[in-house]
């Protein structure tokens, strides 16, 4: 820093810090040997805390607001009334400004495949990533435990260590939730807040507040994805006559090999095949039993009969061809003489002619 530069800083009392970048943590406002002038401005905007160090030893955290530096506890003497220390003060002191704003869309993502148990593949590998956002909670911790002295600490600085802490953490909380891999989808938001508890601690050591992680994906091994969706096309299929129909036509609207087509084809037939072999038989139906037969007495119903006692009926004259008779399986009385299986009984039957004695030859 140059002559004019020194006398320049000793003339501006107003110590503020406005931040044009997108990753800034951590600022040091920057003065000529750290003085500040008895009587200076302090600027403490929102979405930020200052820490104002004095001779290495932090005096003061501000939260947001405006502050005059006139307390004499604190080394705020201008260089220009100590012209015998040759712009050199006695009294050193800095100003620390902390971004509490969220950080967010910071990267996280498995370098390696997670190993859990799945009760339907078994042992699976995982790959996950997303995203995560952050804020510096307690900037006294944030100093001692992570910047240090560090005049420009941006994001990128810690972005690995956070990081591996989410994967680690991400990998346990997986491996031990017994959640189905077909499941894991429908549980990201879930998976995202529970890690998101898990590891909150671990970062408020450092000062650093976790707001949230978020689950973007989780994927699996190609073998595994490619048995997927083998299953997931078996299930569109569906009907196999019809996707078998499908393909056939589409194969000859297309110009498709013949081989394709005799192999759709060869499927369709297949199938035709199985279809009439595993076709059950039609069933005989059962004969009728003799005693079936009822018989209109009157207006009231008697029986059932068997053929031989509706025999001696007809020769009684007790069932005659117009008596209404019935059995199971019939709409309605119909008359005996009309049913076949009892015409039988009505029929005469006459013997036919005895034919003639032929006469015997007498020998001569």
């Not at 406002?29 to 600027?43: D, M, P, Q, S, V």
């Not at 003060?89 to 390696?112: H, R």
């Not at 894991?184 to 938001?189: I, K, Q």
């Not at 207006?299 to 008596?323: C, D, I, N, Y």
Request: aromatic content about 10%; overall charge negative.
């Amino acid at each position: 820093m140059g002559l004019w530069d020194k006398l320049m800083g000793e003339f501006v009392d107003v110590i503020e810090w406005t931040d044009d970048s997108s990753d800034t943590m951590v600022y040091r406002f920057e003065r000529h040997g750290n003085e500040i002038k008895y009587g200076a401005k302090l600027t403490v905007r929102e979405s930020q805390v200052a820490i104002f160090v004095n001779e290495g030893e932090v005096a003061d955290v501000l939260s947001p607001g405006l502050y005059v530096l006139e307390t004499q506890n604190l080394p705020l003497l201008s260089t220009l009334q100590h012209w015998d220390h040759g712009f050199q003060s006695p009294f050193k002191a800095e100003v620390y400004f902390f971004n509490t704003k969220q950080f967010t869309n910071l990267k996280w993502g498995t370098s390696n495949p997670v190993i859990v148990r799945d009760s339907e593949f078994g042992a699976v590998r995982l790959r996950a990533f997303g995203t995560y956002a952050i804020r510096i909670d307690d900037a006294r911790k944030f100093m001692q435990e992570i910047m240090g002295t560090d005049g420009n600490f941006t994001v990128d600085q810690i972005s690995n260590q956070l990081r591996s802490m989410i994967v680690t953490r991400f990998s346990s909380v997986v491996a031990g939730a017994n959640i189905p891999v077909l499941d894991l989808a429908a549980n990201y938001e879930q998976l995202g807040q529970f890690v998101t508890q898990r590891i909150a601690p671990e970062f408020a050591a450092y000062g650093i507040k976790l707001t949230s992680i978020m689950l973007e994906n989780i994927s699996l091994p190609t073998e595994v994805e490619d048995a997927l969706d083998k299953r997931t096309s078996m299930g569109v299929i569906g009907n196999l006559d019809k996707y078998l129909q499908f393909q056939t036509a589409e194969g000859i609207g297309n110009g498709t090999s013949n081989s394709a087509l005799d192999m759709g084809m060869g499927f369709a037939v297949a199938n035709k095949m199985a279809e009439v072999l595993n076709k059950p038989a039609a069933a005989v139906p059962p004969p009728i039993p003799d005693s079936s037969w009822h018989v209109a007495v009157g207006q009231e119903a008697s029986g059932p009969f068997g053929l031989p006692q509706l025999q001696h009926m007809v020769q009684s004259g007790q069932l005659t061809a117009t008596t209404l008779v019935w059995q199971t399986g019939m709409a309605s009385w119909q008359a005996a003489g009309e049913m076949a299986a009892l015409q039988g009984l009505f029929s005469k039957q006459t013997p036919p002619p005895i034919p003639p004695a032929v006469p015997s030859q007498s020998a001569e």
